[in-house]
């Protein structure tokens, strides 16, 4: 099961650091434009307007997700931890766990006649 999780978790990792550094990328890949346009007097206002709205919607959906990938986590770690605990073998009420049933003793060739 550590496996799963190990992996669980190697996954949950790349989405999360993949997801910030798209969000830079698209940032950074807008500024450029985003700069130059606002070199122009009569549309500087606007553009920075522009600016702030894609800035906000990269980083809501990037956020989105971030959000969206630990929720799925959480759920696969309740699922592993629920088939972890169908797998484990029952406890008895002695406290000894997946004992076996009582084996009569000896052989039958050791029958008494």
Request: hydrophobic residues 40%.
């Amino acid at each position: 099961m550590e496996r799963w999780r190990g992996l669980k978790d190697l996954v949950q990792d790349a989405v999360d650091h993949g997801s910030r550094s798209v969000e830079r990328l698209q940032k950074h890949a807008a500024k450029l434009p985003f700069d130059l346009l606002e070199q122009i007097p009569p549309i500087q206002a606007p553009v920075r307007g522009i600016r702030l709205l894609h800035d906000t919607t990269v980083s809501g959906v990037h956020g989105a997700i971030r959000l969206v990938n630990r929720a799925v986590g959480g759920t696969v770690d309740v699922a592993l931890f629920l088939v972890e605990q169908r797998t484990r073998p029952a406890e008895a009420p002695d406290g000894s766990a997946g004992a076996a049933p009582d084996a009569p003793s000896g052989s039958p060739d050791d029958e008494v006649t």
